[in-house]
T-cell receptor, first 113, second 109 residues
Framework: GAGVSQSPRYKVAKRGQDVALRCDPISGHVSLFWYQQALGQGPEFLTYFQNEAQLDKSGLPSDRFFAERPEGSVSTLKIQRTQQEDSAVYLC???????????FGPGTRLLVL | GQNIDQPTEMTATEGAIVQINCTYQTSGFNGLFWYQQHAGEAPTFLSYNVLDGLEEKGRFSSFLSRSKGYSYLLLKELQMKDSASYLCAFLTRSYKLSFGAGTTVTVRA
């Protein structure tokens, strides 16, 4: 079956531009997670959804970051007024219940110039 | 607070065995995961330990000691394709994964 998919795979943005990153989780997976991975580092938690409810957004670095999952399936991570420090790989993961293995998508590599 | 440590780099010869250690400190724990990540790709699941002891899965094994806050990933019969970053992560009480920085394993012929 299909895994987690993300789009776009690569995004170059000018500083100050808004971007939207999309995640399609594995069909039927209840939980969805967003992580940010800087070069040479492990992924860092951003936010978590269970169905359409955003249960934890403690990892979002600023109020420029916003995530939604309105129908409990596809999720979008939006970054407003991008800054150079936002350059990273943004990974999406999904799992059936939260206690089980999280499966990662290929990520979106964001470069802010 | 939460902290997780693993070596930055390891090098081994094809056919050999390598053990990657991971130590963690956390106030809440729901299991220990190991992921493999090739450069430019997504992390892929290798193993999950929630109870103390050894879990074996083919060439890969993972061990957990909750009382010591310690885990290791054992890679046997190393192959060139095993060259990758290996990420140790624990599942927190709030169900997010807290990752180490990763161990880059280089397998040489």
């Amino acid at each position: 079956g299909a895994g987690v998919s993300q789009s776009p795979r690569y995004k170059v943005a000018k500083r100050g531009q808004d971007v939207a990153l999309r995640c399609d989780p594995i069909s039927g997976h209840v939980s969805l997670f967003w992580y940010q991975q800087a070069l040479g580092q492990g992924p860092e938690f951003l936010t978590y959804f269970q169905n359409e409810a955003q249960l934890d957004k403690s990892g979002l670095p600023s109020d420029r970051f916003f995530a939604e999952r309105p129908e409990g399936s596809v999720s979008t991570l939006k970054i407003q007024r991008t800054q150079q420090e936002d350059s990273a790989v943004y990974l999406c993961a999904s799992s059936p219940p939260v206690q089980e293995t999280q499966y990662f998508g290929p990520g979106t590599r964001l470069l802010v110039l | 607070g939460q902290n997780i440590d693993q070596p930055t780099e390891m090098t081994a010869t094809e056919g050999a065995i390598v053990q990657i250690n991971c130590t963690y400190q956390t106030s809440g724990f729901n299991g220990l995961f190991w992921y493999q990540q090739h450069a430019g790709e997504a992390p892929t699941f290798l193993s999950y330990n929630v109870l103390d002891g050894l879990e074996e899965k083919g060439r890969f094994s993972s061990f957990l000691s909750r009382s010591k806050g310690y885990s290791y990933l054992l890679l046997k019969e190393l192959q060139m394709k095993d060259s990758a970053s290996y990420l140790c992560a624990f599942l927190t009480r709030s169900y997010k994964l807290s990752f180490g920085a990763g161990t880059t394993v280089t397998v040489r012929a």
